[in-house]
Every structure is written in C-alpha cells, then in structure tokens.
Nanobody
Framework: QVQLEESGGGSVQAGDSLRLSCTASGHTFSFLTLGWFRQAPGKEREFVGASSGYDDTTYYRDSVRGRFTVTRDKAKDTVYLQMNSLKPEDTAVYYC???????????????WGQGTQVTVSS
C-alpha cells in the first residue's frame, strides 16, 4: 500500500515561487508514474504534470508548461513540483498521485495524497 504525503503549500503573491514535495511510504515508487493534480473551488480536479515511471520524462498541461517542473528523488522516495511565476488562477488544492503507467487521466492513478493548499494573490 502506497501512502503519499504532500507538503510545501502556502499563500504567495503573483509572480512568486513555491515548491511542493510529496513523500511516499509503504512501497518503493521507483517505477511508478508520479503525477500532480489540482482542484480549484467549484471546479473539477485537473492534471498538472507528471514524471514517467518508465523513463523519467515529464509532461504537463499547457497552462503550466514552462512555469512548473516535476522532479523526483528516487533515493528519498520524493517527488517535487517547482512552481514559478505563479498566477492567481493557480490557486487550488494540489494533490500528488501514483499510477502504474503514464497517464494524465485522474482515473489512472491509484494512490493519492491528502492535498496541500496553494493560494496566489494578485
């Protein structure tokens, strides 16, 4: 059973940066695809970015590409989401998740963290 725990959320101003962390326990996640999703108030949860469990390549939704970066430290069983040039529309609860194959679809992810709030003020 994989357990995921996010940290690093907070309140920042537009243009600032934040780094979220997600640490896994209960299972090695070296070969799992690790993704980040977010859910803004009144909206559905959406894919943000992910690190492939096959070849460590990364992929992102269009609105964050070039601003957000997913990296992983296999020795620490931790995945990071570096968020730069934050915008008010990035405000959401951010979740990390693990899947057995590459996907940007929520249903493909079997394990989820509890979420961490990111608030960006203009």
């Amino acid at each position: 059973q994989v357990q995921l725990e996010e940290s690093g959320g907070g309140s920042v101003q537009a243009g600032d940066s934040l780094r979220l962390s997600c640490t896994a326990s209960g299972h090695t996640f070296s070969f799992l695809t690790l993704g980040w999703f977010r859910q803004a108030p009144g909206k559905e949860r959406e894919f943000v970015g992910a690190s492939s469990g096959y070849d460590d390549t990364t992929y992102y939704r269009d609105s964050v590409r070039g601003r957000f970066t997913v990296t992983r430290d296999k020795a620490k069983d931790t995945v990071y989401l570096q968020m730069n040039s934050l915008k008010p529309e990035d405000t959401a609860v951010y979740y990390c998740a693990a899947a057995s194959h590459d996907s940007n679809i929520e249903a493909a992810y079997d394990y989820w963290g509890q979420g961490t709030q990111v608030t960006v003020s203009s």
